[in-house]
Nanobody, 118 residues
């Protein structure tokens, strides 16, 4: 059974930084595309970034050049470094794991709240 546990969320001022971590267990981590989604109040869940098994990355346009996704296969952990945070980045952030070729994530974490104050 896959388990994804996020940490690192919190309250930060505009322009600040946070680093989210997601520890995965119960999956062959190296075989999965790992990602981060977010959902703000009243909005649809959206993909923030993902990273393939070969460390190729993909970002939403709204976070490109501010956020960096990375993975440590030895630790079964994926990270999201978030810099120059804006109030519109306020959301619950979810870690995901997707088998290669799957259309949508197979597993989701419980989410971690990120709040950016103006």
């Amino acid at each position: 059974q896959a388990r994804l546990v996020e940490s690192g969320g919190g309250l930060v001022q505009t322009g600040g930084s946070l680093r989210l971590s997601c520890a995965a267990s119960g999956i062959f981590f190296n075989f999965y595309v790992m990602g981060w989604y977010r959902q703000a109040p009243g909005k649809q869940r959206e993909l923030v970034a993902d990273i393939t098994t070969g460390a190729s990355t993909n970002y939403a346009g709204s976070v490109k050049d501010r956020f960096t996704i990375s993975r440590d296969n030895a630790k079964n952990t994926v990270y999201l470094q978030m810099n120059s945070l804006k109030p519109e980045d306020t959301a619950v952030y979810y870690c995901t794991a997707k088998r290669f070729g799957a259309p949508t994530p197979n597993s989701w974490g419980q989410g971690t709240q990120v709040t950016v104050s103006s």
